[in-house]
């Protein structure tokens, strides 16, 4: 039937939506970029497409299947019914000539059994040397063959008028009947699937609206896409907030000045490290932005990430503990106040009861106090070392100029760092590896490991197309790392340290005790 290709392409539909979920934590950041948000919408729009297929499917399955099938079954009974009346007549046809046959053929045998003794009697009766008696005899004898044969002959008369007459029947009434019954059925068999068409085309024009509305909404989602502002969007998202490299200077070795001493303005004036200084004891070496480079090592305070992503990391983390924090808050507010309706009830409760939840919670909160502290520090601590680009930024310029005289000068001048103190050039820098992931791929930043807390056993193929997920297959082990939290969604990590999202659905989960 046209209903299961319907069905499949409703399922492919709702398994191109799982595989293209995405994980909650990720949502927010990709629907900053308006082709993604419509990516998004298309998918929502395509479950709804998807949805009305299934429910034309479904119609037809409960409408017209079903409907179909268990009238098919009963057409079958009638069918069997019919066929069974007509053989019972044909049967009874058949027994009638059967016993036709039988009087015929005993009426053939006593009419000759007849015929022989009138032939015996009249050959007796024309024999000199026969007695009276036997010519008596022999006559009775051909009188009483004669008159079986009479008999014989007048039921074969009647069952020759019984079967005539049942044949009639047969022919002309009982056969017709039952073909009409056959052909009634058979025109209701037919009406019955021109209702089913008539039925398939209702549901299709009834779901038609909904299907040009999700269309629409597609065309609306392509003409949403906004490439320039998406472009801006994703500058927005990934710059650094470093001042570009300054030019560098002209090295005079003619008149024997130290290389040491010739280094750039950039390290004469101390200005934060930039994109030069990353470079290390290489300074000297142009520096490639987009060259491959180890990915770094993950900090908590993100002293990993160039100070505007920094900043941003800070401010979201304090955003969370907060919002953490003020659940809390309210959690204890409302713990409270119970404890309170326990004291003047004690029917209600017991107010002991709730000491370990209000403690708990107590500590909760405290954690959250000191963590909300350390990152402010920590964002403080980035604000300042912003303004202080920005400030170092103008002296660069400066420096740039004032070197620039006094080579054409002819004198030279010690590299000094803002504190007036000489800049070593081998002095290691903690954020040397600040442009290691800001390779051709813009790679996420690693997360520090954590230990697993269950094992958990695929019980389907899972693809893991979307940003965010992992790939499994079915009856893959992986260890669970992050249970679910109620979006469908649990976090793994294979044996080779990669980790990813998969569906909940999908898993057989073993946590550890």
Known sequence: MQYCSWRGYASTCRAMQMTATIPPERETGIRKFSNHQSFLDILNEMN???????????????????????????LKMERKTHLSEAKKAQQSLESTYKQLDSSKKRFEREWREADKAAQYAEKTDQDINATKADVE??????????????????????????YNQEQSRFYFSDVPLIFNKLQDMDERRVRKLAQGYVLFSDTERHVMPIIGKCLEGVTKAGTNVNE???????????????????????????????????????????????PLELLGKNRSKPFWLFSKKSKPTVTEDFGHLPPEQRRKRLQQKLDDIGKELQKEADQSEALGKMKD?????????????????????????????GEL??????????????????????????????????NNNGSTHEPYS?????????????????????????????????APIGQCTAMYNFPGASEGTITMQEGQVLSV?????????TRVRRANGNEGYIPTSYVSISLGK
């Open 48 to 74: 709804d497409y998807a949805g009305q297929r299934e429910l034309i499917a479904e119609n037809m399955m409960m409408n017209i299947c079903i409907e179909l099938t268990k009238y098919l079954q009963e």
């Open 418 to 450: 803002p504190d007036r103190t000489h800049s070593e050039e081998g002095t290691p820098d903690p954020s040397q590896a600040i442009y290691a992931e800001f390779d051709d791929d813009f790679e996420e930043e690693e997360e520090e490991l954590v």
């Open 481 to 489: 790392v992050e249970e679910d939290k109620g979006d469908g969604w």
């Open 341 to 369: 309706v326990y004291e003047k009830n004690p029917q209600m409760g017991d107010p002991a009861s709730l000491s370990p939840q209000i403690n708990q919670t107590a500590q909760n909160m405290e954690r959250l106090r």
């Open 137 to 162: 005899k022999a006559k009775q004898q051909a009188n009483m063959r004669t008159h079986i044969a009479e008999e014989c002959k007048n039921d074969y008369a009647a069952q020759l008028q019984k």
């Open 228 to 274: 320039r502002n998406d472009s801006i969007a994703l500058i927005e998202q990934y710059k650094s907030g470093f001042e570009r490299p300054g030019d560098l200077d002209f090295e005079d070795y003619s008149q024997g000045i130290n290389r040491a001493s010739s280094d750039s303005s950039l390290g004469t004036l101390g200005t934060p490290k930039g």
């Open 373 to 406: 502290n350390k990152y402010e520090s920590w964002l403080t601590e980035a604000g300042r070392r912003g303004d202080s680009m920005l400030r170092r930024g103008t002296l660069r310029e400066d420096a740039l100029s004032y070197t620039s005289h006094s």
